[in-house]
């Protein structure tokens, strides 16, 4: 997640001080992702070095009392940010995919009954977001985004693991090859 972009968001709204801005980060983002204020400040001071940001006082040190404003370079860096799709070409590192990877390769490890182990923990977590939007959903339009898109990433993990079982139960006795087919790594960008 970019801080640097989510804080030149808020300042485009007009000027403000710093533990202003993580209040307001953490309430537009449904308060799902605190913000530490030292992170805050130390964004800041970055984001006056490269000039997309000025302060009330640019020589004093950062402080609560100590106000921010975007620039015009701050403004446009923040349309280009808004505009540019995240860079997807290729899979992020995933903790759990990586543990399913190894399991199957690891003798003795029981694959079908650490990859259950990980459904019932996502169908869990599924719930309790769940139910959080039931409480909240309704009168918190960012926390009720938040939580579908939560929602619908555990989803995805549980299909992940559904189709990884089967799989492995269609799979032949012998470990997987060592490498992948070419067509895969010509698709995916990926190198190895």
Do not use: C
Request: no cysteine.
């Amino acid at each position: 997640m970019s801080i640097r972009h989510a804080l030149l968001a808020l300042l485009s709204e007009g000027p403000k001080y710093g533990l202003q801005l993580r209040e307001e980060f953490e309430s537009r983002t449904g308060e799902v992702w605190p913000l530490n204020v030292g992170q805050v400040y130390t964004t800041l001071q970055r984001l006056e070095r490269d000039r997309l940001v000025e302060s009330d006082s640019p020589e004093a040190d950062a402080g609560p009392q100590k106000g921010f404003r975007i620039t015009d370079g701050g403004t446009e860096e923040l349309a280009a940010w808004l505009r540019t799709p995240p860079d997807l070409s290729s899979p992020p590192r995933d903790e759990l995919v990586i543990k399913v990877l190894i399991a199957i390769r690891l003798p003795g490890a029981d694959v079908p009954e650490i990859i259950q182990v990980h459904r019932r923990h996502l169908v869990q977590l599924m719930q309790q977001w769940t139910r959080l939007k039931d409480e909240e959903g309704d009168v918190d339009l960012a926390l009720a985004l938040v939580v579908d898109a939560e929602l619908y990433r555990l989803d995805s993990l549980v299909r992940w693991l559904d189709t990884a079982d089967g799989r492995l139960k269609r799979a032949p006795a012998s470990p997987p090859r060592e490498t992948a087919p070419q067509i895969v790594r010509r698709r995916t960008g990926v190198r190895r």
